[in-house]
C-alpha cells in the first residue's frame, strides 16, 4: 500500500509557474514508476509526466520543454516544476505511484490559470 499526499497547487496568472509536490509514504526506491496527471472538467484524465528507475523521464507533448518533473533527494517525494503555464492546464493534478503491478492515486490538487 503506497500513501500519497500532493500539494502546492493555486491560482497563477497565465505565464507564470508553480511546484507541485507529491509526498510518498514510502521511498521511490520500493516503487517501479511515479507520474503526475491532470483532469480538466470534462475530459479524461490524461498523464502529464512519469519518472522511472534510473532517472528516466517522460512528458506529454503539451507540457514538454515547460515542467519538469523530480524526486526529492529523501527520494519520497515528487515534484512538478511547471513554468509558462497556459489556461489550458488548468485541471486537478494527480500524482501516481506504481508497485509490484498495482495503481496508487493522490486525492488531487487544482492549479488553475487565469488572469
Known amino acids: 500500500q503506497v500513501q500519497l499526499v500532493e500539494s502546492g497547487g493555486g491560482l497563477v496568472q497565465p505565464g507564470g509557474s508553480l511546484r507541485l509536490s507529491c509526498a510518498a509514504s514510502?521511498?521511490?526506491?520500493?516503487?517501479?514508476?511515479m507520474g503526475w496527471y491532470r483532469q480538466a472538467p470534462g475530459k479524461q484524465r490524461e498523464l502529464v509526466a512519469t519518472?522511472?528507475?534510473?532517472?528516466?523521464?517522460n512528458y506529454a507533448a503539451s507540457v514538454k520543454g515547460r515542467f519538469t518533473i523530480s524526486s526529492g533527494v529523501a527520494k519520497n517525494t515528487l515534484y512538478l516544476q511547471m513554468n509558462s503555464l497556459k489556461h489550458e492546464d488548468t485541471a486537478v493534478y494527480y500524482c501516481?505511484?506504481?508497485?509490484?503491478?498495482?495503481?496508487?492515486w493522490g486525492q488531487g490538487t487544482q492549479v488553475t490559470v487565469s488572469s
Open positions: 519518472l522511472a528507475g534510473g532517472g528516466i523521464t
Open positions: 514510502t521511498s521511490f526506491l520500493s516503487i517501479d514508476t
Open positions: 501516481k505511484a506504481k508497485k509490484f503491478g498495482n495503481n496508487y
